[in-house]
């Protein structure tokens, strides 16, 4: 597990420095009015810093002694599918819906939290998301028959 995640660091530290690279080619403006490579610039020095704290923790922690089993796959395999329906049903069933039930699949399935946790995280997104997108951003995203 440390050799896998050595290696997922270095790829996240190549990607990281390739992006900034290219991005510091665009105007990167200000805070207050930023230019085409504000953004991708920012989000490559985020994903630098998250790839070193990776390296680090790979670097100084012990191998695990038991190993993955097909479980996290399957769980894996489970995500990708209902994130594929998602995007097929985003526009039929609306982004708040798909959205709910989204992150509740993903609180009772892949780590499986008590109903109540699970449906009170699954509006509070579902809700704040829309609130924050669709309102105070106001991004068009699909309202859905709801």
Same mark, same amino acid.
């Given at each position: 597990m440390v050799r896998r995640d050595v290696v997922v660091a270095a790829l996240a530290l190549v990607f990281s420095v390739t992006a900034a690279y290219e991005s510091a080619k665009l105007p990167l403006g200000t805070i207050h009015k930023p230019g085409e490579g504000f953004f991708p610039f920012w989000i490559s020095a985020v994903l630098f810093l998250l790839g070193l704290c990776l390296l680090f923790q790979a670097l100084t922690s012990r191998p695990s002694a038991d190993r993955e089993g097909s479980g996290? $796959? =399957?769980? $894996?395999? =489970?995500l990708l599918v209902v994130l594929t329906a998602y995007t097929f049903l985003l526009d039929p069933l609306g982004y708040p819906l798909c959205t709910f039930l989204l992150v509740l699949f993903m609180l009772r399935a892949t780590d499986p939290q008590p109903w109540t946790v699970a449906l009170s995280m699954a509006a509070i997104t579902a809700v704040g998301s829309y609130v924050v997108f669709a309102i105070w951003l106001s991004v068009p995203l699909p309202r859905g028959p709801l």
């Open positions: 996290r $796959v =399957a769980k $894996v395999e =489970a």
